[in-house]
């Protein structure tokens, strides 16, 4: 279990040590924070901006692809639309995967196999605009599109009613400061290679690369502790608390 007051001690000292750790060093993912299930309003938000975002440029490039390209019906002009916006998910997503590897191993082995998830729907949108032409599944596969590309993204939750708006904080820059020694190590063991292996440029490289390994394997145990305190393992003990 992790206290509060412990996170706080943890995080002066990596101030103090890494002030570089938490300059420009975003995560794009865990915007916003919920606790249960549902059982916020707030919750709501990034379907708004979902449908704000993603709705309205699938109208758009729907109609511009209708007037433009002749060769396609209204029906497989708006089709088209919803897979580019899927495709444009499928880009990103492993980018983002990659940072909560290397961020959260609780929130990695929920969301690990989103981009099979997102595969899946691309081939079944791309069959759904040639073969089935169904307006509803078309809204279906959307609507899973833009949850699993953006939305679960974008909130986590299942934290404790417990938890606090400053231990999300904390969370989260414990978050930052573990990706930012991932890639302190990749960048050290990058430059190994420019450096003759006798050479004093490739001990000092060999140093850093073991200490911010040594560096990033504590806080991914420390982030994981956190979650174990803050959160619930996942939705069956969720469930379990409510009984």
């Known amino acids: 279990m992790i206290r509060s007051q412990q996170a706080v001690l943890f995080l002066q000292d990596l101030q103090n040590k890494y002030p570089q750790a938490f300059k420009r060093n975003f995560l794009f993912y ?20 979902s449908i704000m975002i993603f709705c309205s440029i699938y109208f758009s490039l729907g109609y511009y692809i209708e007037n433009h390209y002749p060769q396609f019906d209204p029906f497989q002009a708006k089709g088209i639309a919803a897979l580019a916006i899927m495709l444009f998910f499928m880009l990103i997503v492993p980018f983002i995967i990659k940072q909560i590897k290397h961020s959260s191993v609780h929130l990695y082995k929920q969301l690990n196999n989103t981009p099979l998830k997102l595969a899946i729907l691309i081939i079944l949108q791309a069959l759904n605009i040639y073969f089935f032409e169904s307006i509803l599944l078309q809204g279906v596969l959307f609507f899973f599109a833009m949850s699993f590309g953006f939305v679960k993204f974008y909130k986590e939750n299942l934290f404790r009613d417990s938890t606090k708006d400053t231990e999300y904080y904390q969370l989260q820059q414990i978050r930052r400061t573990c990706f930012w020694a991932y890639k302190q190590a990749k960048k050290a063991k990058f430059k190994m290679k420019f450096h003759a292996k006798n050479s004093e440029q490739f001990k000092f490289q060999q140093q850093q690369l073991a200490q911010y390994l040594e560096l990033h394997l504590k806080l991914l145990k420390f982030e994981n502790e956190m979650c174990m305190t803050y959160k619930y393992v996942d939705l069956d003990a969720y469930m379990d608390s409510l009984m």
């Not at 916003?32 to 707030?42: F, H, S, Y």
């Open 30 to 49: 865990s915007q916003m924070k919920t606790k249960g299930l549902l059982d916020e309003a707030k919750e709501f938000i990034p379907w708004v901006l």
